[in-house]
């Protein structure tokens, strides 16, 4: 149990449709990050947020955004989604320094996206 | 940009046979190197993580995985398996001086474990 929780778990939407995706961060952590990971692949990062700010982007289009609450809860919205869209989303919190090594990622159990 | 490979995306070993998963990294200067497993419907848990410190890294559940900077390798083993270990394995890579969460991951390495 890492103490992160996303929600939903699981999600159906349709081709075009806008989602919003949750997650609570363990307590005490200022920093989230959010991976998407389709079928047979490994985790690709999209963004991550510290203090509400974005402050780190993978290679993903801008219909991809996020958001940090003061609670260092998260969101992350898809708009005009996919099929491409269809994978597992993972969000990570962490705390301490933003180039530390020591830091160490806690992971939910990821929101489980399809789309028809 | 670096990348890591992981060879072999199914293994299969019997238990209390030697688990050797293989991982090669693509990088012109060594990086930091991580493996993670993941459970069925469960997130991503850090077994272990290579920080220049030592080349053998020691992780929990009895892994250890060696950083061969000559070969660009950082193989995960464990001497015997148990069935507990079946699970999904994957090997990430992020720059020493990059941001800690933007890991970069191989395509993973599902392990199975037969009676």
């Known amino acids: 149990e890492t103490g992160v929780t996303q929600s939903p778990t699981h999600l159906i939407k349709t081709r075009g449709q806008q989602v919003t995706l949750r997650c609570s961060s363990q307590s005490g952590h200022n920093t989230v990050s959010w991976y998407q990971q389709a079928l047979g692949q490994g985790p690709q990062f999209i963004f991550q947020y510290y203090r509400e700010e974005e402050n780190g982007r993978g290679n993903f289009p801008p219909r991809f955004s996020g958001l940090q609450f003061p609670n260092y809860s998260s969101e992350l919205n898809v708009n005009a989604l996919e099929l491409d869209d269809s994978a597992l989303y993972l969000c990570a919190s962490s705390s301490g320094p933003s180039t530390g090594i020591s830091e160490k990622l806690f992971f939910g159990s990821g929101t489980q996206l399809s789309v028809l | 940009a670096q990348s890591v490979t992981q060879l072999g995306s199914h293994v299969s070993v019997s238990e209390g046979a030697l688990v050797l998963l293989r991982c090669n990294y693509s990088s012109s200067v060594p990086p930091y190197l991580f493996w993670y497993v993941q459970y069925p419907n469960q997130g991503l848990q850090l077994l272990l993580k290579y920080t220049s410190a030592a080349t053998l890294v020691k992780g929990i559940n009895g892994f250890e995985a060696e950083f061969k900077k000559s070969e660009t390798s950082f193989h995960l083993t464990k001497p015997s398996a148990h069935m507990s270990d079946a699970a999904e394995y994957f090997c990430?890579?992020?720059?020493?001086?990059?941001?800690?969460?933007?890991?970069?991951f191989g395509s993973g390495t599902q392990l199975t474990v037969l009676p």
């Open positions: 990430a890579v992020r720059p020493m001086s990059g941001s800690a969460r933007q890991l970069t």
